[in-house]
Nanobody, 127 residues
Framework: QVQVVESGGGLVQTGGSLRLSCSAS????????MAWFRQAPGKERDFVAA????????HYGDSVKGRFTISRDYAQNTVYLQMNSLKPEDPAVYYC????????????????????WGQGTQVTVST
């Protein structure tokens, strides 16, 4: 019932910034917790950030705390990931995902709790 589409990936210099967007279909966007995960070549998919349905609660992976910010725009049915101070370790395919409002926020880092997934957008960091 929810279609998730990421955009905004591209090439950015080390130390630079990039904003990813995730558009979700449906009137019930505000009822879902939204999250970003990423997967680098040859590595497992890692948790990046998540935001509660109300936007009141946010969680971040340890590697991105203080650098990345997740937010949501209810009018546009869109969640954003603002990435600042990008590092060589950040390049990956970034995936947007959605889970039910019944999911406790402590579960947000668990990828298996997410129901809907986008196809990913590539982020490349140059030196």
């Amino acid at each position: 019932q929810v279609q998730v589409v990421e955009s905004g990936g591209g090439l950015v210099q080390t130390g630079g910034s990039l904003r990813l967007s995730c558009s979700a279909s449906g009137r019930t966007f505000s009822m879902y917790a939204m999250a970003w995960f990423r997967q680098a070549p040859g590595k497992e998919r890692d948790f990046v950030a998540a935001i509660s349905p109300s936007g009141r609660i946010t969680h971040y992976g340890d590697s991105v705390k203080g650098r990345f910010t997740i937010s949501r725009d209810y009018a546009q049915n869109t969640v954003y990931l603002q990435m600042n101070s990008l590092k060589p370790e950040d390049p990956a395919v970034y995936y947007c995902a959605a889970t039910s409002a019944s999911t406790p926020s402590s579960y947000y880092p668990n990828q298996y709790d997410y129901i809907y997934w986008g196809q990913g957008t590539q982020v490349t960091v140059s030196t």
